[in-house]
């Protein structure tokens, strides 16, 4: 398949290690590379494991390196506008990302799930849906959710399924992939300053489907505008579900319920306060998402049910941490952008004390800040959006803000201002980046802290 070509992984993260390692089973020249100047050779060869084999390059890639590549495999976070990515194209050289590479190597079946909120909720939710139902050693979970496709493609054979979190930046660079199920679980305006547009951003999250056919299958939101419309054009077979509305195909909530309809006809399947561990709609839609994907599968409604019955919130996911003092406490760091915040926020009863701030990724807040809704009796906030969330809030008549300049800070403010009966909810509605090298240990540290009072 790749035999005698030559191969550029570029992005030294674990994504692009797995690479190496997969390339690394056939006869072709790898070159492993990585932009940043601060790193070198050297350290490229550490991260690789013992026996594989790649010329490792850093900083500005040589001309004559470039203009002999034959097959390009971008890490995630590797943008495919950049100019070396675009004289890589017009060299010829074709452009793979992780899962496409991952998937020429797949040998069973693949369900696939996108979306800008509850990606990962929804991946491990199926993904122990379907080693209920097929044992554990024949379902793989990868992709966005931190284990990379290209780690564990060689292992499928004709009997196990594949589960995978596709992020819109790995959706950029497929070209055959083509799941046996997918989901497209909402689409709202999130990593701009990649896509540029919404319409883009919307077209990379569609590309999970675009190689199905009315044999398969894919699972979408009737309340999301994006996905809605995608349902009419959508190449699979388009099932839908919905939290606001009553259909009459698909599945949906009524009153407690989470309803099936077949023709108008309705069948109750699970009560939302009974039959699941999990709070918020937010993960009311994504236990939809995850019924509607499993009947597609085969899966027997009994055992669905009874996995969702046992499943608890994925770490850093509206995450109870602890009570401490007559606070509640949530950990919700997976919350990177405003829609994703908006459900921490919905999913509270309590007077909240709410953290939020980071990254700047171009994001608007006026819908985060009217979702507040008398909730937030303080917004604490942090990091490089801190001013723009302020101005943002105090435009919509929220003046309950503080600053902090660090994460200890921060958090000690947060415990000295609520009281008992209170919330403090780590929602920041920003990525980590600037002050964290990701959202997990942003997380780790507020639960640690939580956890030391």
């Not at 899962?99 to 079946?109: A, F, R, T």
């Not at 966005?144 to 004709?158: C, H, V």
């Not at 190689?211 to 309340?223: F, G, P």
């Not at 077979?237 to 599945?251: Q, T």
Request: aromatic share 8%; proline share 4%.
């Amino acid at each position: 398949m790749f035999e005698g070509q030559k191969c550029l992984v570029v992005g030294s993260g674990i994504s692009g290690v797995g690479a190496v390692r997969l390339l690394n089973k056939f006869e072709t020249e790898i070159l492993f590379y990585d932009s940043n100047e601060a790193l070198t050779p050297e350290d490229l060869e550490k991260k690789l494991p013992e026996g594989c084999k790649a010329q490792c390059i850093t900083g500005v890639l040589p001309q004559d390196v470039l203009n002999s590549i034959q097959i390009v495999v971008l890490s995630p976070g590797v943008p495919t506008d950049i100019p070396m990515v675009n004289a890589l194209r017009e060299n010829g050289a074709q452009i793979l990302g992780e899962i496409e590479l991952g998937y020429l190597l797949e040998k069973g079946q693949v369900i696939a799930i996108t979306g800008t909120n509850g990606k990962t909720t929804t991946t491990t939710l199926m993904g122990d849906i379907m080693k209920a139902y097929l044992g554990e050693e024949n379902v793989f979970v990868v992709g966005n959710i931190g284990n990379p496709y290209t780690l564990e493609a060689e292992k499928t054979t004709e009997k196990t399924v594949t589960v995978g979190e596709i992020s819109s930046f790995q959706l950029e660079t497929v070209h055959t992939f083509c799941p046996r199920v997918s989901a497209v679980l909402n689409i709202t305006p999130d990593h701009l300053n990649r896509h540029h547009t919404m319409e883009a951003y919307a077209a990379a999250k569609e590309a999970i489907a675009m190689n199905q056919t009315k044999e398969e299958i894919c699972v979408l939101n009737y309340d999301n505008e994006y996905t809605r419309e995608f349902a009419d054009r959508c190449p699979a077979k388009a099932v839908l579900f919905s939290s606001h509305n009553e259909l009459e195909n698909g599945y949906f909530l009524q009153g407690e319920m989470i309803v099936k309809a077949v023709d108008g006809v309705v069948e109750p399947l699970l009560n939302v306060h009974t039959g699941m561990n999990l709070v918020g709609l937010c993960n009311v839609e994504n236990v939809m998402a995850a019924i509607a994907m499993a009947e597609g599968m085969g899966v027997p409604m009994e055992t669905i049910l009874k996995v969702i019955a046992g499943f608890h919130a994925v770490e850093h996911r509206i995450e109870f941490v602890a009570t401490k003092g007559g606070v509640d406490y949530y950990n919700d760091s997976k919350g990177t952008n405003p829609d994703a915040a908006i459900q921490g926020i919905r999913a509270m009863s309590k007077p909240t004390i709410l953290i939020g701030g980071g990254y700047d990724k171009h994001n608007e807040y006026d819908e985060w800040i009217e979702s507040f809704d008398g909730k937030v009796k303080c917004l604490v906030l942090i990091g490089q959006t801190r001013e723009k969330i302020a101005e943002c809030a105090r435009a919509h008549g929220f003046e309950a803000i503080r600053f902090a300049d660090t994460y200890e800070e921060c958090l000690k403010l947060c415990t000295e201002l609520a009281e008992p009966g209170d919330a403090v909810l780590l929602s920041p509605a920003c990525a980590s980046w600037g002050m964290f090298p990701n959202y997990e240990t942003r997380g780790k540290l507020f639960k640690d802290y939580v956890n030391a009072l």
